[in-house]
């Protein structure tokens, strides 16, 4: 069993930058591969960035590649996403989420099993 709580979202402009936290309870932390959603009013939950176990593999949806990153320190249960030059677009509620898979970098919903409640990122223009 995990729970997450995700920290750090907030109202920025266009061009500027967050970082989300996701911390993680439950003895199977280092276990999991980890990832963050998305999703926007009206729109379906859409996959952001994952890590496997370790970090040594990390995947991108296309629309942030080379302006977010994903990273994770397992001694302190936590995943982290810095969100740089971000857009009025990347505004959603942002989710971070566990996934069995330990070894994978999954980007469907499906893959994982442990949800946190969500933080909310607004992006003004």
């Known amino acids: 069993q995990v729970q997450l709580v995700e920290s750090g979202g907030g109202l920025v402009q266009a061009g500027g930058s967050l970082r989300l936290s996701c911390a993680a309870f439950?003895?199977?932390?280092?276990?999991?591969?980890m990832g963050w959603f998305r999703q926007a009013p009206g729109k379906e939950r859409e996959f952001v960035a994952s890590?496997?176990?370790?970090?040594?593999?990390?995947n991108y949806a296309d629309s942030v590649k080379g302006r977010f990153t994903i990273s994770r320190d397992n001694a302190k249960n936590t995943v982290y996403l810095q969100m740089n030059s971000l857009k009025p677009e990347d505004t959603a509620v942002y989710y971070c989420a566990a996934s069995p898979r330990f070894t994978a970098t999954p980007t469907v919903p499906l893959g994982y099993n442990y949800w946190g409640q969500g933080t909310q990122v607004t992006v003004s223009s």
């Open positions: 890590i496997n176990w370790s970090g040594s593999g990390t």
């Open positions: 439950g003895h199977t932390y280092s276990s999991v591969a």
